[in-house]
């Protein structure tokens, strides 16, 4: 009798250290991209035999995706090149942690209806123009209007999340649309719209991959975290061998039209992910000073080695020269 209780002791004890070990880690993610891929295959369901718990919340931009993060709702997201600027300017206490690259020009870009009269991008003084604030399209039109010799206050700024902002767009209540994939190429598919102005001879964005920096000083998560990471870089390696796969598996898990898919997705080839560097920090430093100077950031940024982390596991197995 002894024995058996001492041995149901054990069993208790075990189950508590396990329970104990385990942990929950939230991924905010958007309609497109690793993160959305990473989803649709399932892959991350075999990392419950090592006590982690992956779960999943969609968001429709990413400053809403790191509000989240930084009030502690999600632990981990992937955003454009302004979102994580705009966080740290409001307090937000997050992390760089990866980054990838865009190889096309296309992905993002000022669309006006069909039938419009604006015909180039210095036709757009004065015009009001849709985008999510704090996003990367809010950059982009920013870098666009730079181009053609107007400012951020030449023109009418709307600020729009994408839900809101295509139906703006369709009743003419915006004149133009700043956005992103793959809501630009369902808005040209279903909106009548054509493209004003896209990244071409201007600058290729980036991806980036931000964390809490409580999710760094917790063993567990930071774990998790490194498991998450290699997952992508493995599902990046894989999609750019099967994309009919890549295609058929968003189509499935986002709803995404398969005619939007066949467009978007070989945008997004070859997908990558890398480590974040030293080095990225010089264009968030130029999109910080530039927003600051317009009057759009509400104190000035500085990206420095506070701001990121390098994983080094993560970076002796993935980082790309």
């Given amino acids: 009798m002894k024995t058996t209780r001492f041995l149901s002791l054990l069993t208790v004890t075990a189950l508590l250290a396990s329970t104990a070990q385990a942990v929950t880690f939230t991924i905010g993610y958007q309609k497109g991209g690793l993160p959305a891929l990473l989803k649709a295959r399932g892959t991350l369901d075999a990392a419950k035999a090592q006590g982690i ?3 999943w919340t969609l968001f429709t931009a990413g400053p809403p995706l790191l509000e989240a993060a930084n009030a502690g709702a999600v ?12 966080a740290l300017a409001g307090g937000a206490d997050l992390k760089y942690v990866a980054t990838s690259e865009t190889r096309v020009p296309t992905t993002e870009a000022i669309i006006v209806p069909a039938g419009s009269s604006l015909k180039t991008l210095a036709d757009l003084k004065g015009k009001k123009i849709g985008v999510a604030r704090g996003s990367s399209a809010h950059y982009f039109l920013y870098r666009a209007l730079k181009s053609a010799g107007l400012t951020l206050n030449d023109v009418q700024l709307v600020p729009l999340l994408p839900p809101d902002a295509r139906p703006a767009f369709e009743t003419g209540a915006i004149d133009a649309w700043a956005i992103w994939d793959p809501f630009l190429t369902t808005a040209l598919q279903g909106s009548s719209a054509r493209v004003l102005k896209d990244h071409s001879g201007l600058y290729l964005g980036k991806s980036f991959y931000l964390a809490p920096s409580r999710v760094l000083a917790d063993a567990q998560k930071k774990k998790a975290l490194q498991y998450l ?8 390696a894989w999609a750019n061998t099967h994309q009919r796969e890549v295609i058929d598996e ?11 898919l066949n467009v978007t997705v070989p945008k997004g080839l070859p997908y990558n992910i890398r480590p974040f560097l030293p080095g990225d920090t010089a264009n968030l430093q130029g999109l910080a000073d530039a927003f600051f100077e317009a009057g759009v950031l509400p104190k000035a940024v500085k990206l420095d080695a ?7 596991s993560f970076l002796a197995a993935r980082v790309q020269k």
């Fill in 250 to 260: 968003l189509h499935t898990d986002l709803g995404l039209p398969i005619s939007v």
């Fill in 306 to 312: 506070t701001t990121y982390k390098t994983l080094p």
């Fill in 75 to 86: 632990d981990f997201g992937a955003v454009g090149d302004a979102p994580g600027v705009f």
């Fill in 229 to 236: 990471l290699d997952a992508l870089a493995d599902t990046a």
């Fill in 53 to 55: 718990d992956f779960t």
